[in-house]
Structures are given as C-alpha cells and as structure tokens.
C-alpha cells in the first residue's frame, strides 16, 4: 500500500494521502488525543451539474433540476431499513448535505469507528432505488421545496443569485422545484449516480485519532472497483459579465425588512492556489470595508441602519463567485448608498497598509484556531479540496499575500456597476 504524507511543520499538522486502484482519493488528518472522530465520503457533484456528457457518450444529457438533493435523499434508504437508524444503534451522528458542487456524508463518532466506517463505504456504494421509492421521495422533498419557499433568509438569497445571474444553473435553489422534481425518476437518477458517484469522482477523508494504515486498510477492502478513470464533461451556460438585474424584492410574513446585497465576480474559471488566494483577498477586504472594526460598521450600526444580524461572505467555485452581504435593516436601500459611498472613498484615497496587515494576521490566527474542530477542518477541506488545493495551503495564501495583490482585487471586484440588492419586506408593507 503506497501512502504518502504532506507534513506542515509550522502547525504541527500532516496528510496521509492514499490512491485506491478504483481511483478514490483517501486522506487521514490525525489528531491524538480527541475524543471524537469524523468521516466524510464526498463526490463532486451538486446541484449545478445539470447538464453533462456521461464517460463514452457523443451526446450531452440534462437531467432535472433538484436531482442532485434528491440522490442524497434516496441513497439513506436501503432494501433492509433506514440508514440512519443503523448509525444510530451505533451511537453515532450522521449528516449528508447537497450544495451548489458537491454532495458530502459523513458521520461523528467516540466508539465504534470501525463499524460506523464500514457502514459509510457500504452504503454510498449501494444505492438501492425503485420506482415506488421515488414517487414517495417526491412529496417529501416537495414539502422541504415549500418549506424555503416562505424562508426569508433562503428567498434573499437565492433572489440575490438570480439579480446577479441570468443562465447560470446556481440561480436554481438546491432542492429544485415542484416541476422539476415531478420529472425525476429511477432511470435517471442511476444515470447520475453511475456519473458522478464513480470512486475516481470522490474523496475520503477521515480525521481524529486514528491509525492511518487501518483507515486505508479498510478502504482497500471496502471500496468497489467500478473500472478505470473516465472524464466527465460538465457543460455549464454562457453567462453575461454584467448583472441579470440590480435590485429584486419580494414580500414574505417578516417583521423586519431583510437584504441580501453584493458583488458579482467575473473570475475566468481561476482553479487552485489562485482560486485561494482571490478569496482570502476579497473577505480580507469586506472586513477592511465593513468589518466590526471598521468606520463603516459603527456608522451603519450607530444609524440604527444594521443590528447583529449583519454579515458578510465571498464565494468562489468552478463556474461563479460573488460576495455578499446582510442581515435585517429597516433601510436596505440606506444601507446599500453607505456602503457604495465607502468603497467610492477607498478607491480613491487608496487602502490602508496597517490595516491590511492588522486584519491579515487575525484572519490567520482564526484560520489556526479552527483547525481545533474535526468538523471544520473536515467541512474545509472537503470543500477546497475539489478546487484542487489542499486546506493547509491557506497558511501559505495568509503568509505571502501582498498588499499590491490586494489593491488589484478590490479594484476588481467591488465594482459598483455589478452591485445587487435583494430586498424581503413585510406583507404588510406598503
């Protein structure tokens, strides 16, 4: 068994890295002395990957909208019982999740890691669907569908994507809608696990304490060879550089007035250590704009105009990336003239260095403090990983990072040309 290591001194942290003849990637992060332990079975494969050409195929195929959450769904329902009600005899806490690239299990642990291991290989690998199933399936995700329907968090958000998006598939919510789930059926969503879910498309990673060769061992064992390596090609829209709209709103039963604001980014598909480093810039420079520490915030939050609901994010993946900020304001249009006037007055009077550097070391320092949690440093990884970098290649972004490199992103990025605004307001608002 050929495993390799990546050791990262400076943390004191280090991969055992291990390649399965199937062409399953399998990674090991010790960490002696903790209690629990996490397992993550991930595959590159979400919501926006709606439309491809199957390995050996001539023609593309496109599948419903919603059927990547709807996959997830099934594989937890095995020909002998509920998955879940077997981690759960085992003491363990399991989770899956579907999001905009990826779909991830995984489970926690104390005891019992062998078994509850075994039971995350078995039954990824073994979906067991049928048409019964399906149409069962379909009125429970339809009611998770209604549920984010009447989510105003959830609707300001998505509305958000579609003001920045006019064809890209990350403007569809996760789940789908009622129409498109009404067209999923048993044929198809083998079509998309026999995709997407081939070992060579998926990732292990294990981390807690744990003996690396006895993780691989059992992953030499427990993994199926489905034959060799073949490229899937994933066909995404074109997309205009310029905004699908500037403003959206809508009127859900809120109290408050909600927004969701931010700036489109036009990345050029950036893969790899260059995908890390525009992140690390563009929220190094939200918190530079609009962090607790900044003037903006005490303006914003003086004014009443923000309460502690306000945050902000950046998102960069294969085919979009956008920041975005918000939270609950009586004023969204108020808050949006603030912000635009401060990053008006950035540009021209330039960025400061000290602060640069000040918030650079404390992100860095919060970067170090997570690597505490099995959670987060599973939930990291997994999630840079498909990006083609590793998550310990943060530290390197946070060390050589330029404040020029910087300036050049926020000239970049926080174009006020490509600002939106999504506005929740109260039914009763006039």
Same mark, same amino acid.
């Given at each position: ?18 390649? @399965? ?7 090991? $992060? ?7 332990? @996490?397992?993550?079975?991930?595959? @590159? ?27 997830? @769904? ?22 899956? !999740? ?29 979906? !067991? ?15 998770? $569908? ?26 569809? =919510? ?22 997407? *879910? ?102 914003? *939050? ?10 902000? =994010? ?5 085919? !979009? ?15 949006? =003239? ?55 290649? !943060? ?36």
């Amino acid at each position: 068994m050929d495993i390799k290591t990546i050791e990262y001194k400076n943390i004191n942290e280090l991969i055992y890295m291990y390649t @399965h003849q199937s062409g399953l990637k399998a990674f090991v $992060i010790p960490k002696k002395g903790y209690s629990k332990k @996490h397992a993550t079975f991930a595959t @590159h494969y979400g919501s926006i990957n709606n439309e491809f050409v199957i390995p050996g195929d001539s023609t593309a195929s496109q599948v419903p909208d919603g059927i990547a959450h709807f996959l997830e @769904h099934k594989l937890f329902e095995q020909k002998d019982g509920s998955v879940m009600d077997k981690f759960s005899a085992l003491g363990s806490s399991p989770n899956a !999740y579907t999001g905009f690239s990826q779909t991830v299990y995984l489970f926690s642990c104390t005891d019992k890691f062998d078994e509850n291991f075994g039971l995350l290989l078995d039954f990824v690998q073994n979906p !067991y669907i049928t048409e019964e199933s399906v149409e069962k399936e379909k009125g429970i995700i339809g009611q998770e $569908i209604r549920m984010y329907e009447d989510d105003a968090n959830w609707r300001a958000f998505f509305n958000l994507l579609k003001a920045f998006y006019s064809n890209n598939p990350v403007r569809i =919510d996760i789940a789908g809608t009622i129409d498109s789930i009404s067209k999923i059926d048993r044929e198809t969503l083998y079509k998309c696990y026999n995709t997407f *879910y081939h070992p060579s498309n998926m990732i292990i990673l294990v981390v807690g304490d744990v003996e690396p060769q006895d993780v691989f061992r059992q992953i030499e064992s427990g993994m199926v060879n489905k034959g060799e390596k073949r490229e899937i090609k994933r066909i995404f829209p074109e997309e205009a550089g310029a905004l699908n709209e500037a403003y959206t709103e809508q009127t859900l039963a809120v109290s408050m007035p909600l927004f969701q604001m931010g700036f489109k980014d036009n990345t050029n598909n950036i893969r790899g250590y260059d995908c890390l480093k525009r992140e690390v810039a563009v929220k190094l420079l939200l918190e530079m704009i609009m962090g607790k520490s900044s003037k903006l915030y005490d303006e914003l *939050y003086g004014e009443g105009l923000i309460n502690n609901t306000f945050e902000f =994010d950046y998102t960069i993946e294969e085919n !979009y990336a956008f920041s975005m900020m918000g939270g609950e304001s009586a004023d969204p249009a108020a808050v949006k =003239d603030k912000i635009s006037q401060a990053i008006a007055s950035m540009n021209k009077a330039g960025l400061d260095r000290d602060s640069f550097e000040r918030i650079r070391r404390a992100m860095k320092g919060r970067f170090i403090k997570q690597l505490n949690s099995v959670e987060r440093i599973s939930h990291s990884f997994i999630s840079v990983y498909f990006k083609g970098v590793y998550l310990f290649d !943060y530290l390197d972004v946070y060390d050589k990072i330029s404040f020029e490199y910087v300036n050049e992103v926020f000239k970049e990025h926080f174009d006020l040309g490509n600002m939106a605004l999504s506005v929740i307001r109260p039914s009763s608002s006039k």
